[in-house]
């Protein structure tokens, strides 16, 4: 079992910086690929980025490329998600998923992961 938590939202203007922090429990953390996705209201959950085990391999929405930076420190269980340059489109709850052990291949659907956080809030105002 793999609890995530996620910490770091809040309110920003645009232009500006949030660093997320999704921590998970569990020994099995540094054999899954890790994601990042978003979902606004009245809108369908979306993918934002995803990072290989060994943080070696990472994707990103296009929505999202140049300005968002996501990492890893599998020593300390936790997942990261360098927000820069956000823009009010970039609003939204903000969740932190888990994928399956040793699974290989970039994962950009919600399905396609096992474990997700309780989300955290991320407002840009313009």
């Known amino acids: 079992q793999v609890q995530l938590v996620e910490s770091g939202g809040g309110l920003v203007q645009a232009g500006g910086s949030l660093r997320l922090t999704c921590a998970a429990s569990?020994?099995?953390?540094?054999?899954?690929?890790m994601g990042w996705f978003r979902q606004a209201p009245g809108k369908e959950r979306e993918f934002v980025a995803a990072i290989g085990w060994s943080g070696g391999s990472t994707y990103y929405a296009d929505s999202v490329k140049r300005r968002f930076t996501i990492s890893r420190d599998n020593a300390k269980n936790t997942v990261y998600l360098q927000m820069n340059s956000l823009k009010p489109e970039d609003t939204a709850v903000y969740y932190c998923?888990?994928?399956?052990?040793?699974?290989?291949?970039?994962?950009?659907?919600?399905?396609?992961?096992?474990?997700w956080g309780q989300g955290t809030q991320v407002t840009v105002s313009s």
């Open positions: 998923a888990g994928g399956p052990v040793h699974r290989i291949g970039v994962m950009t659907t919600p399905t396609q992961y096992d474990y």
């Open positions: 569990g020994r099995t953390f540094s054999s899954r690929a």
